[in-house]
Antibody, heavy 120, light 107 residues
Framework: QVRLVESGGGVVPPGRSLRLSCVGS????????MHWVRQAPGKGLEWVAV????????YYSDSVKGRFLISRDNSKNTLYLQMSSLSAEDSAHYYC?????????????WGQGILVTVSS | DIQLTQSPPSLSASVGDRVTISCRAS??????LNWYQKKPGQAPKLLIY???TLQSGAPSRFRGSGSGTDFTLTISPLQPEDFATYYC?????????FGQGTKVEIK
């Protein structure tokens, strides 16, 4: 049974940093590209970032490029999202999801999501 | 970026109805179009990929069609558990994008 479990969310003041984690199980984590997708309150889904299966390539949406860093530790089946210079516009549920290729982002499995609230 | 425009933004329907949701891409994406179902408090669920292939485990009442720039998701007959928001998503580009969503509500 495939499971993706996010953690690390919470309330953070504007301008600060936060790191999200996502642990995968029930599949061969190291063979999958991994993504972060978010949904702000009352809004639609927005793709955030992707990292290749070996961690060598990463890509970001324009809205987070230069502020967020995606990484992974395949020895721990864990995906990360380091978020910095956070603003209210980054408040959202953040989901991790897999795809077979970083260049063909079809999301087979998703985590349940973790809430990030940027507020003073 | 490839823009996806879904219509309608919302619709009301009854159990047993046939529902059609449209998704238009800003340029040719071949059949790199996927459909997801999203319910409040739950993770999105992949229903259709490659424009028309039913994801394993998804009910056969969901059908996808289209290619190029125009795509359709049809649900027939609508079941009580189908009331949700549906999103199209293009996987033609590494920088994927989603449509704005279509909320299917109970009439």
């Amino acid at each position: 049974q495939v499971r993706l479990v996010e953690s690390g969310g919470g309330v953070v003041p504007p301008g600060r940093s936060l790191r999200l984690s996502c642990v995968g199980s029930g599949f061969t984590f190291r063979t999958q590209a991994m993504h972060w997708v978010r949904q702000a309150p009352g809004k639609g889904l927005e793709w955030v970032a992707v990292i290749s299966d070996d961690g060598k390539d990463d890509y970001y949406s324009d809205s987070v490029k230069g502020r967020f860093l995606i990484s992974r530790d395949n020895s721990k089946n864990t995906l990360y999202l380091q978020m910095s210079s956070l603003s209210a516009e980054d408040s959202a549920h953040y989901y991790c999801a897999n795809s077979h290729s970083a260049h063909e982002p079809k999301f087979d499995y998703w985590g349940q999501g973790i809430l990030v609230t940027v507020s003073s | 970026d490839i823009q996806l425009t879904q219509s309608p933004p919302s619709l009301s329907a009854s159990v047993g109805d046939r529902v059609t949701i449209s998704c238009r891409a800003s340029r040719n994406i071949d059949t790199y179009l996927n459909w997801y179902q999203k319910k409040p408090g739950q993770a999105p669920k992949l229903l259709i990929y490659g424009a028309s292939t039913l994801q394993s485990g998804a009910p056969s009442r969901f059908r996808g069609s289209g290619s190029g720039t125009d795509f359709t998701l049809t649900i027939s007959p609508l079941q009580p558990e189908d009331f949700a928001t549906y999103y199209c998503q293009q996987s033609y580009s590494t920088y994927c994008t989603f449509g704005q969503g279509t909320k299917v509500e109970i009439k």
